[in-house]
């Protein structure tokens, strides 16, 4: 079975796609960091090497394809675009004979804020203050990041809150999610 986690960039894929996998004793894949490790580079680099953000989806969808090609049970933290653009030709391909379920997780755009982080171009941390400005204009850009994907996100199998969730939780409600939905 593959379990792929689609959602805003933030809302927690890959820390609860690590939890879930090692809930269900599955393999974790973090897709940013696949794309890293397949090109070599920093994602921010590779994506200033791309005319276009598609042609970035267009070369990350290749990744994502070689996990779904894998016969192993896995966990994967998809991108925000997770099932738009050539992301979700892949997903199609795969879903028709595979056991492969999209999950989108979502939280409110304020927990999502507080969870923000950010990046230089090689892909290390960095310390953003936050004024209340910022956080003003980070949210306004978080809810139009939401708009513009919220059609692929309604294409997922699943769809989960993880709004008041504590974390340690979120495994299990996923998993009991997914068992309703195979049920069906």
Do not use: W
């Amino acid at each position: 079975m593959i379990i792929y986690l689609v959602g805003m960039g933030c809302v927690g894929k890959t820390t609860t796609g690590r939890l879930l996998a090692e809930k269900l004793g599955f393999t974790f894949f973090d897709l940013d960091e696949e794309v890293q490790e397949f090109y070599q580079k920093p994602i921010e680099r590779i994506q200033n090497e791309c005319l276009t953000m598609n042609e970035f989806r267009e070369r990350a969808s290749v990744v994502l394809d070689q996990l779904f090609s894998r016969n192993i049970d896995c966990v994967v933290a998809g991108t925000p675009a997770g099932l738009k653009f050539a992301y979700n030709s892949v997903y199609k391909r795969h879903k028709k004979d595979k056991e492969l379920y999209s999950i989108h997780l979502y939280d409110s755009f304020e927990n999502v804020l507080d969870r923000l982080r950010f990046y230089d171009v090689d892909s290390n941390p960095i310390d953003e203050p936050m004024s209340p400005a910022k956080r003003k204009r980070y949210l306004r850009a978080i809810k139009a990041d939401y708009s513009y994907f919220k059609s692929s996100y309604e294409r997922a199998d699943l769809q989960i809150s993880i709004e008041h969730v504590p974390l340690h939780d979120i495994p299990e409600l996923i998993v009991s999610e997914l068992g309703k939905l195979q049920q069906q």
